[in-house]
């Protein structure tokens, strides 16, 4: 994707839709949208001529703005927390970008984390400026993630994932349940609870399938093989939770801890182990592993 903005310290400049309104400017409509930042900040980004058009217009505190237009600017954050632990880079040709990523690190800018984000640090690291992850991958979660920074590739590697053969393998560290039998296939119906950020079990068809077994026993906890069908978020950290074996450490499941804050000392005990495929570019058989452990 282009901008009329250039990649910025691995940093792509964000943008907002004007929707239907009437302001007297740029920066009344600014003022609106992002009431917690500072009419002074929004000020010197537009002194510094770092908020545009599409067209690559720079834009004035009394620049008109309508309906439909987009603006485009550069995010900033004060005061970021720091992730300490480091990303990994497993494989990279010419179409993919292979990483084991660390617990606690998102993928993506949002919310408290801007520099502190896989995709912002492997910008900085490797240049590539057209890296996209193409799946989800918990903050909390460690492991396995594909990105792709070739675009005229990309849908080919998206339709993977659509189709269902992306092969995904994780690890869980979880209480044993002893009145189960092993392997098994859990299936339910997920759909957004009304509170906090979580998912909920309702009746309902099944969308989500897991396939569950039993790697090892671990006292009272077991080490699970968890393979998931379908990609509904925390779809696995839900199911184990159903089944009455929460991961460990999960501040979600089956009680959301709104305001848990990070302990590096006690990470989720959940690890996106491995992924497999047949490679839609090459024709070769791709398999790419964590090298962590739980």
Excluded at 90 to 101: A, M, N, R, Y
Excluded at 139 to 168: C, D, W
Excluded at 173 to 200: G, I, N, T, W
Excluded at 286 to 292: G, I, M, P, T
Aim: proline share 6%; charged share 20%; glycine share 6%.
């Amino acid at each position: 994707m282009s901008y009329p903005l250039p990649v910025r310290d691995g940093v792509a400049p964000s943008y907002i839709w004007l929707p239907e309104g009437q302001w007297d400017n740029a920066l009344s409509f600014l003022l609106e949208q992002f009431p917690d930042v500072a009419a002074s900040t929004w000020q010197a980004r537009l002194n510094k001529n770092e908020v545009v058009d599409a067209q690559g217009k720079t834009l004035q505190a009394s620049s008109p703005v309508r309906r439909g237009m987009c603006i485009y600017y550069y995010r900033e954050l004060e005061n970021e927390t720091p992730i300490p632990f480091t990303e990994q880079i497993l494989f990279q040709d010419e179409h993919l970008l292979v990483v084991d990523k660390p617990h606690f690190l998102p993928v993506i800018p949002s919310g408290r984390f801007l520099h502190e984000t896989l995709l912002v640090r492997l910008k900085k690291k490797t240049g590539l400026l057209d890296l996209t992850p193409m799946h989800r991958l918990d903050r909390e979660t460690a492991g396995v993630i594909l990105f792709s920074h070739n675009p005229e590739t990309r849908g080919q590697y998206q339709s993977l994932f659509q189709g269902k053969q992306m092969h995904k393998t994780y690890h869980a560290l979880a209480p044993h349940l002893a009145d189960l039998q092993f392997p098994m296939l859990y299936r339910s119906r997920m759909e957004e609870a009304k509170k906090f950020f979580v998912m909920q079990e309702v009746t309902g068809a099944a969308n989500s399938e897991t396939h569950i077994d039993i790697l090892e026993r671990r006292g009272d906890h077991s080490l699970y093989q968890l393979q998931p069908v379908t990609g509904r978020k925390h779809q696995l950290r839900l199911h184990m939770a159903s089944l009455g074996a929460a991961i460990v450490n999960d501040a979600f499941y089956p009680v959301a801890l709104a305001c848990k804050g990070d302990d590096f000392e006690h990470p989720l005990q959940l690890l996106a182990k491995s992924i497999s495929f047949d490679d839609p570019v090459t024709g070769s058989k791709r398999y790419f592993a964590s090298q962590q452990s739980l």
